[in-house]
């Protein structure tokens, strides 16, 4: 018969565990976030769309394709919390208070130990 406390001692070292990760994963994420914006912004797309410009015009001047990849990524876009970019009308344009964050302050937000996880994210 299993020993009841050992059982919630387990159970209690799983979630403790799950809560660290939980924790984590919000820097985490940031980097990935600002790897994305850096290729997006190194491939002069933020530029393009200082003016508003319809999602078929993008695909034809960056020689995007159509794609749910495509699609989802212009979705994170204009529903991230920062509002990257703006979706008005059908058109898509910077937003105009977009501040690209540095690696620098990115990488400061993580705790010591996990700051070597930038070079996985990158």
């Not at 919000?26 to 600002?34: A, G, L, N, S, T």
């Not at 393009?48 to 495509?70: M, N, S, W």
């Not at 509002?83 to 690209?100: D, H």
Request: charged residues 25%.
């Amino acid at each position: 018969m299993t020993n009841p406390f050992r059982l919630a001692l387990v159970w209690y070292r799983l979630l403790r565990g799950l809560g660290d990760l939980i924790r984590l994963s919000r820097p985490i994420d940031e980097i990935f976030r600002f790897y994305v914006l850096q290729t997006i912004q190194d491939e002069c797309l933020f530029t393009y769309l200082k003016e508003p410009r319809t999602y078929g015009q993008i695909l034809a001047e960056f020689g995007y394709f159509d794609t749910d990849y495509t699609r989802l990524l212009f979705d994170i876009l204009t529903d991230d919390k920062e509002k990257t970019v703006l979706k008005e009308n059908g058109n898509y344009r910077l937003n105009p208070e977009f501040k690209m964050p540095s690696l620098q302050y990115v990488v400061g937000q993580l705790p010591e130990n996990l700051r070597n996880f930038n070079f996985m994210a990158k």
